[in-house]
């Protein structure tokens, strides 16, 4: 901060630029003038500081008042000598009066030249000292403050997360408990109805034995007995008695989704739904296929809840290979025209006990048809959109060609 003086304005000019000021500021500011630092002006304040009136502090030399001391003069030389603003707090203690800063500012006349300098004294008492010291202690109370703070934030998501984890582990041993109990019911239900099972496949033999018998009730006892079969072997397998111990077959994916659609045809015709089916005659996989067949026939039966009247259903069978290793892989897709699955509940979907069908469903559908899918080496993903005029549901099920990856 620099002030210029133009003209031939003397000292008293020089400072009734300040004074409107400087005559209210609680700041002790004085001006001088000359090499010898003579005192031109004070304020109240600076009054007040070193205890003396104007009329006795006009004309003095700077240097002699006190608490001024010779810091202070060299600094004011310096100034008044270089034309350059300074501000320094200087540690010197003159008699009983405290430590004091200044900050002095040159006034520079037309030529540049320092006619006077205008300092402004801050005394360093030990009330500001306590001032300085407590805001000090407030400062660091207040970064303790937020350290502690932190602290319990991450306290806290750590709690939370220990809390949701620990929630996460019962629901896994609640659902663990329903599949024990679900295992031991279906053991009991396997139990019961195995002798009835055994009883109507030797009636079904020896209705098929009746001569003069019409083609379609042959055709339709056929497939009620390869039902039967399977039911059969799916009790043999709830009861622990049966393992599947012979190897995969290779079979026509074609044929598949034929057997498939011939045993959900009548669904499909009181829907009154178009099922288009796309596979290649030639294309076959080697699998488990009673398995797979209970696979496509869940899916099959979850699109028809799905959509209404008129709705469409695509099943498509193609050829993919392996973006890892070149490996030919079967890809079946089921997509229909239902109401679609909502974003929510798509994590979920194959889970165990999750269904969205309501009172209809046991949610066991999907988990079952996953962990055949995977027990192949395959994965089966989903898509759905529930929104207005975008709906639907669209299952892919990707699958190796060759047995060497089924267990």
Known sequence: MTTELRGNKGAADMLDLRRAVTEISPVPIAGVEGAAHRVTYVNPAFCLLVKKT???????????????????????????????????TVRERSGSYPLCSYAMWPVLSGESH???????????????????????????????????????QRLNAQLEDEIAARKNAEAALIRSEKLASVGRMSAVIA?????????????LYLVRSIEGMPDPALEYLETADAELKRVAHITRQTLGFYRETAAPTTFAMAGLLTSVLDLMRAKVRAKQAVVDCQCDSA???????????QVLSNLLANSLDAIGENGRIIFRV???????????????????????????????????????????????????????????????????????GQRGTTFSIVLPQTASQVP
């Open 191 to 203: 139990h019961e109805i195995n002798n009835p099972l055994a009883a109507v496949t030797d009636l």
């Open 283 to 293: 294309l076959e996989i080697t699998a488990m296929h009673g398995e797979l067949r």
């Open 54 to 88: 104007k009329e006795e502090l006009i004309g003095q030399e700077f240097a002699s008042i006190e608490p001024i001391g010779q810091q202070c003069a060299l600094l004011l030389d310096q100034v008044y000598r270089t034309g350059s603003a300074e501000t320094r």
């Open 318 to 388: 193609s050829l993919s290979r392996d973006p890892r290793d070149g490996a030919i892989r079967i890809r079946i897709t089921i997509a229909d025209s239902g109401k679609g699955i909502d974003s929510a509940a798509l994590p979920q979907i194959f889970e165990p006990f999750f269904t969205t069908k309501d009172t209809i469903g046991n949610g066991l559908g999907l988990w079952v048809s996953k962990q055949i899918i995977e027990k192949h080496g395959g994965s089966i993903r989903v898509r759905s959109c529930a929104n207005r």
């Open 114 to 152: 320092a006619k006077g300098v205008i300092v402004q004294v801050v005394e360093e008492t030990s009330i500001n000292q306590d001032v300085v010291a407590m805001n000090e202690a407030l400062m660091l109370g207040l970064i303790r403050q937020h350290e502690l703070t932190e602290q319990a």
